[in-house]
């Protein structure tokens, strides 16, 4: 019953549609009854836009596109080249950020992750000449990751290297999207394969698609936060950021940092996912009324939808030293 009076609302009122979740093949009982990971915010493109240096981030496409398609096994930009290995290592001001244990700050408390997970996809590397250069992102075997997407997940070491084939020269950065293409946010995850299924724990009932990021955890204060101090970042309990079915709002990061490919071998370096940066993100002072209604004023929709529009102003990605 309460399918068909939601299927009513959203034939008949095209306006309500975004904040019902209205969508075609992605919406049946079960995926509106639950099960999946929560909440993401649902906005309009963010003001401004556009990608600056240093681990900033604009609106973007993401993912590989076939004449628009969502496909499993998309084809390769190239059969040849040297292997850039990039290790994803989440940090909290400057220190390493262990996840599902507990991160002392210096307010005296901790913070424990219970889950850090985040799509990655549409990665270009930076000639020394500002000219973007597609590459494939790969498995281990150096076949195309499915979908032309990649899943970080902090309870799976081996998610923790982004592995590109590229072809040699001199870079002055990388951009990716902080998410997946909209002709794959549009699929029922049980029409897709890993990493875009139910499995991935990164399906969103409420609207339809998938997050693009998920983080949750857990703040204890110590001694100094039970007298009244405020921990050194304001640290939000859970952030749930995704997109719109409807249009393509999936961020894009850009990273600066210069590097050189050889011709053979393989290149590794080490990008720092910066958890403060994120978190000031999550807990900026903007208005996101626009979007946060209903089903989508939820907290952490609220913060992942103030993530998203302030990527552009943050470094939450950067080369390590």
Same mark, same amino acid.
Not at 24 to 41: K, N, Q, T, V
Not at 94 to 108: E, S, Y
């Given at each position: 019953m309460k399918w068909r009076v939601l299927?009513?609302?959203? =034939?008949?009122?095209?306006?309500?549609?975004?904040a019902l979740g209205c969508s075609?093949?992605?919406? $049946? $009982?079960?995926?509106?009854?639950?099960?999946? =990971?929560?909440?993401? %915010?649902v906005g309009n493109p963010s003001p401004g836009g556009g990608a600056n240096a240093g681990g900033?981030?604009?609106?973007? %496409?993401?993912?590989?596109? #076939?004449?628009?398609?969502?496909? #499993?096994?998309?084809?390769?930009?190239?059969?040849?080249?040297?292997?850039?290995?990039?290790?994803?290592?989440?940090?909290?001001?400057?220190?390493?950020?262990?996840?599902?244990?507990?991160?002392?700050?210096?307010?005296?408390?901790?913070?424990?992750a219970l889950n850090l997970?985040?799509?990655?996809?549409?990665?270009?590397?930076?000639?020394?000449?500002? #000219?973007?250069?597609?590459v494939d992102l790969v498995a281990e075997s150096g076949v195309p990751e499915p979908y032309g997407v990649h899943l970080?997940?902090?309870?799976?070491? $081996?998610? =923790?290297?982004?592995?590109?084939? =590229?072809?040699?020269?001199?870079?002055?950065?990388l951009s990716f999207?902080?998410?997946?293409?909209?002709?794959?946010?549009?699929?029922?995850?049980?029409?897709?394969?890993d990493p875009l299924t139910d499995v991935s724990q990164m399906t969103w009932p409420h609207t339809g698609g998938f997050l693009f990021l998920r983080?949750?955890?857990?703040?204890?204060?110590?001694?100094?936060?039970?007298?009244?101090?405020?921990?050194?970042v304001n640290i939000p309990p859970a952030v749930h950021m995704?997109? $719109?079915?409807?249009? #393509?709002?999936v961020p894009g990061v850009s990273v600066s940092g210069t590097f050189s490919i050889p011709e053979s071998g393989r290149l590794e370096k080490a990008l720092n996912v910066a958890m403060d940066e994120l978190f000031k993100g999550a807990t900026a002072d903007i208005d996101v009324s626009d979007v946060a209604v209903g089903l989508l004023s939820a907290p952490e929709a609220v913060a992942g939808e103030r993530l998203r529009r302030q990527l552009s102003a943050l470094h939450v990605f950067v080369f390590a030293p």
């Open positions: 299927a009513m609302l959203c =034939a008949g009122v095209p306006a309500l549609a975004g075609s093949a992605a919406h $049946d $009982d079960e995926r509106l009854a639950g099960g999946a =990971a929560g909440i993401s %915010g900033s981030a604009s609106a973007g %496409g993401g993912g590989v596109t #076939e004449g628009g398609a969502c496909v #499993e096994q998309p084809a390769p930009q190239r059969t040849q080249g040297t292997l850039l290995s990039l290790s994803l290592k989440p940090s909290l001001t400057n220190l390493p950020f262990v996840f599902g244990q507990p991160n002392a700050l210096a307010d005296g408390g901790s913070l424990v997970r985040f799509y990655v996809s549409d990665v270009h590397l930076l000639r020394s000449s500002g #000219e973007p250069v597609a970080f997940n902090a309870e799976e070491a $081996d998610s =923790a290297t982004l592995r590109l084939l =590229a072809p040699s020269g001199d870079y002055s950065g999207a902080l998410g997946i293409k909209l002709s794959c946010n549009q699929q029922p995850p049980a029409q897709l394969s983080y949750e955890g857990r703040y204890t204060a110590g001694s100094a936060g039970a007298s009244g101090a405020s921990p050194t995704g997109g $719109d079915i409807r249009k #393509e709002l």
